[in-house]
């Protein structure tokens, strides 16, 4: 939602090139803490309805954006009436790489962590034997957990020392993608300001004559919004280590592949690639990507949506999901709509990153949780059908009612969630405002049908999704030397984009992009390239156990 982006809003999309795939010895020594403990718990009941006293659990929410707190709303006040369990949620209020490297410094973790699954920190907190394995703390405490924890997704998290450390949200298995593929949607668009995009002829921009001169049209059309000048193109936020527009998203909209028959493809090294880097050049060059792109973050991005400065961007569509809605209320033509963006020479139909096995983000206990058997408890509940209920529908007869003989939102319930997100997470925090532990296919029984300015995007992406799981957690991480050479090339590759797309003719392009592909090589490329494809090649072989 990439990744992330899911990370960053649907949530996606988003959203991902990840850890837990690699050696590691991790873990054995929390394993080993739990052994003396008494065990109480069977598999024939979820443990935490044993115990439902009062107890708050400090939560690490690794992304600065999170806006909610828990207990101000009528579905997180009602799990903690029904389960006894409160959550204090800690959310770094800048840079989330920065916090959480402070705290893996101190060898102290809040009881519970969420982080993106690509992030290294997981390969480095296990290693550490900062937390500990789920399926022991299952073992001594909550043996149901092995009932509702979907096998194949503990199959996927399993590490070499047999132990799961991690939980997915938003995960599909190739086992989902038969039962539900049909219904999948991706986070990844391309989106246009509808009323301009109608304005100007609504021109075909999947060639880069198309998109330069629709670009071009925008801005002579509609050189000012409301007194600000439109910005004619807009990107996920510059980071150290990219942007996730002019990666996954801009990759997977030319359909380039990953691998070629069975061994893992150069994408960004790929001819159609380059083309498509250097029509942003161009676009830059004659004034279409305005400087804000380059410096501008979520809340930034989120505002300027939220005034329509944008006509065109090549974004997650839930990253701005309630800005849409402030749009729509305003002006229903003025909202975004997906269109048919970049393409392949061929005009290839685009292959959009649907929901992975690794999911969005994943969900870990530490060592130092104050209890370790109610927290295992309660993540055993919040992964449950019950627990994903509760948190999607809320309480029955406060926010929902049987209809027809099915779970359906209170109307009133129903027209704030479709007009209002954000005020809609604060009053009520049902339809997965706490994301942390969501089954996304569980989901689908009581999600209400979708509305518009949501739909059009979401049908947009109907068809075109696909699942990469075998492409997943092959990323070296931790303090390997594929790790530390993986490290090195994203921030390499972090520093030459904007170099890139600033370059004042082609010819420097090339000079640019060959000195990148220099300083990879001598970063470590060949050794980071060979440990993806043997963890390819084993993504295969695991994936193929756990769907016979």
């Not at 994301?435 to 029984?445: E, G, I």
């Amino acid at each position: 939602m990439n990744i992330r982006k899911w990370q960053k809003g649907l949530l996606a999309v988003v959203l991902l090139v990840g850890p837990l795939v690699g050696c590691t010895s991790g873990g054995n020594g929390a394993a080993t803490e739990l052994k003396d403990e008494k065990t109480k718990a069977t598999a024939d009941a979820p443990g935490w309805k044993a115990d439902t006293e009062p107890i708050t659990f400090d939560w690490y929410l690794n992304f600065s954006w999170f806006p909610n707190k828990w207990g101000t709303d009528m579905t997180s006040k009602y799990v903690t009436q029904k389960t006894g369990v409160s959550v204090n949620f800690i959310v770094p209020a800048g840079n989330e790489n920065e916090k959480l490297n402070t705290m893996l410094a101190s060898g102290k973790l809040p009881d519970f962590v969420t982080l993106s699954w690509g992030e290294d920190a997981i390969k480095k907190m296990i290693e550490g034997k900062m937390v500990l394995p789920l399926n022991k703390l299952a073992e001594k405490y909550d043996p149901y957990l092995i009932k509702v924890a979907d096998p194949a997704k503990m199959s996927w998290y399993r590490q070499t020392d047999g132990n799961v450390y991690g939980y997915p949200n938003a995960s599909s298995s190739p086992q989902d993608y038969q039962k539900y593929g049909q219904n999948f949607v991706s986070n990844q668009t391309f989106m246009v300001r509808k009323d301009m995009y109608e304005a100007i002829g609504k021109p075909d921009m999947r060639t880069p004559e198309g998109f330069l001169k629709a670009l071009q049209k925008a801005k002579e059309k509609f050189p000012e919004v409301n007194g600000q000048p439109l910005i004619p193109i807009g990107f996920h936020e510059f980071t150290d280590n990219g942007n996730y527009s002019f990666e996954d998203y801009l990759l997977n909209f030319l359909a380039i592949p990953h691998e070629k028959g069975g061994k893992l493809y150069d994408r960004r090294s790929d001819e159609e690639y380059i083309r498509w880097l250097k029509t942003f050049r161009q676009a830059n060059e004659q004034g279409l990507i305005a400087k804000d792109v380059f410096i501008d973050k979520r809340p930034q991005m989120e505002e300027k949506v939220a005034q329509g400065r944008y006509f065109a961007m090549l974004y997650q569509r839930s990253d701005f999901a309630t800005q849409q809605v402030t749009l729509h209320a305003k002006d229903p033509n003025s909202v975004y709509i997906a269109v048919d963006g970049p393409s392949n020479s061929k005009l290839d139909p685009p292959t959009l990153a649907g929901p992975g096995i690794s999911g969005w983000t994943v969900t870990l206990i530490s060592k130092d949780v104050k209890d370790k058997e109610r927290a295992i408890e309660f993540l055993t509940y919040l992964i449950s059908e019950e627990g994903n209920r509760d948190l999607y529908l809320g309480e029955q007869g406060k926010l929902w009612d049987t209809v027809n003989g099915k779970p359906a939102f209170k109307p009133e319930v129903l027209e704030l969630l479709n007009k209002d997100r954000s005020a809609f997470d604060k009053k009520y925090g049902a339809s997965s405002t706490f994301w942390m532990l969501m089954d996304t296919n569980m989901s689908l029984q009581w999600a209400p049908p979708s509305v518009e300015p949501y739909k059009q995007p979401e049908d947009w992406t109907k068809g075109k999704t696909h699942s990469f799981s075998q492409y997943e957690n092959i990323k070296p991480t931790g303090t390997s030397a594929e790790g530390i050479a993986s490290g090195q090339i994203d921030k390499i590759w972090g520093k030459a984009l904007p170099k890139l797309l600033l370059a004042s003719s082609d010819e420097e392009f090339d000079q640019l992009f060959a000195r990148f592909l220099e300083d990879r090589k001598k970063a470590g490329y060949d050794k980071v390239l060979a440990y993806q494809q043997k963890a390819y090649e084993e993504n295969i072989k695991k994936m193929e156990q756990f769907t016979k």
